[in-house]
């Protein structure tokens, strides 16, 4: 059954196939626009969803993916948030075509989206989020900087909740997409196959032998072998750090593990400062990905 207007208010209330046929539209407009960096949206939509909910600060609640402040100014030109536009742009039509929808609930689907096309898990769906307007915007600062270390990460995703085997299931998300010189400075994949989610980014730093790659960009790491693929410095703290490596060790051998955790961190993380109706929301909805 699809939505109706509310007899009450005449707003708009969406039923669970409204949310599939809005999951239905990303999908085939991530097949449709084929053509952008290594064939897929995919992976910037993961990354927006991501900075939308990492901003997070569990001590006085704010920040968080309730709200889609970045939409504004102050938080869309953080350093972090660079290149990002691509991603709200790709998604302005399917918010021009869904009206009811708000952004940040709509920011999340398309990251859920992104990664069930991508062939990761199922990530179940809760939708509620309301857009706040740009008073709610964070202060610069609260996404992870990729030049640091363990004691940072740690900071970091301690300060939105999360513990130590959390921070690397959720570093498994490096298996997608790339750094780009003009967005952060760094500089290329992970991993060979950038648009698909695998385990491969854990294999990968247990199994290559990588070392400081010799430009005049931000201080990165390339593979040995082939020196077409990169770590940031913190990629390389969750081998260098004795509790990160022990789930490195696991996710690398084990991708069914990594599936079933990354699937409940992700979805940890895109709930993070949502306050869901007690009453109308309570049962995630499962999105039917399209293969
Ligand atoms: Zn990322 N990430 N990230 N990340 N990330 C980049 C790209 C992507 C860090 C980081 O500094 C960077 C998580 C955690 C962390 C994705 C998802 C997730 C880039 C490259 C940098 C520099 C940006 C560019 O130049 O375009 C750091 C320090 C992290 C701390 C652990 C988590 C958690 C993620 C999701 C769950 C994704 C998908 C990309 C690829 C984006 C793209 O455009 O291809």
Not at 45 to 53: E, P
Not at 75 to 104: C, M, Q
Request: glycine share 8%; proline share 6%; charged share 25%.
């Amino acid at each position: 059954l699809s939505g109706s207007a509310s007899e009450t208010t005449g707003v708009f209330v969406p039923k669970q196939e409204d949310y599939q046929k809005v999951y239905d539209d990303i999908a085939a407009l991530l097949q449709e626009k084929d053509d952008y960096d290594d064939g897929s949206y995919g992976p910037v939509l993961v990354r927006l969803a991501w900075h939308a909910s990492g901003t997070y600060d569990k001590e006085t609640g704010t920040g968080g993916s309730n709200g889609a402040t970045m939409r504004f100014a102050p938080e869309g030109d953080h350093g972090a948030n660079a290149g990002l536009v691509a991603a709200r742009d790709f998604l302005a039509p399917v918010k021009a075509k869904f009206p009811w929808i708000t952004y940040s609930d709509l920011w999340i689907l398309a990251g859920i989206c992104a990664i069930q096309e991508m062939q990761g898990p199922t990530i179940p769906y809760r939708p509620g989020r309301m857009d706040k307007d740009i008073a709610a915007c964070t202060p610069d600062g609260r996404l992870p900087d990729a030049s640091q270390g363990n004691k940072h990460l740690r900071g970091i995703f301690y300060r939105m909740g999360f513990n130590d085997q959390e921070i690397v299931a959720l570093s498994g998300a490096h298996a997608l997409g790339r750094c780009h010189t003009d967005r952060s400075g760094f500089d290329g994949p992970w991993t060979f196959s950038p648009t698909v989610v695998t385990n491969e980014y854990y294999k990968l730093l247990l199994n290559e032998k990588w070392n400081w790659k010799k430009w005049n960009g931000p201080k990165q790491y390339e593979d040995k072998s082939t020196k077409t693929l990169m770590m940031l410095p913190t990629d390389m703290a969750l081998v260098s750090d004795k509790a990160f490596k022990q789930w490195v060790d696991k996710y690398a051998k084990d991708e069914g593990l990594f599936f079933k955790d990354f699937a409940a961190v992700i979805t940890k993380l895109f709930e993070l400062g949502v306050p869901f109706d007690e009453t109308t929301q309570q049962t995630p909805i499962i999105l039917k990905p399209t293969a």
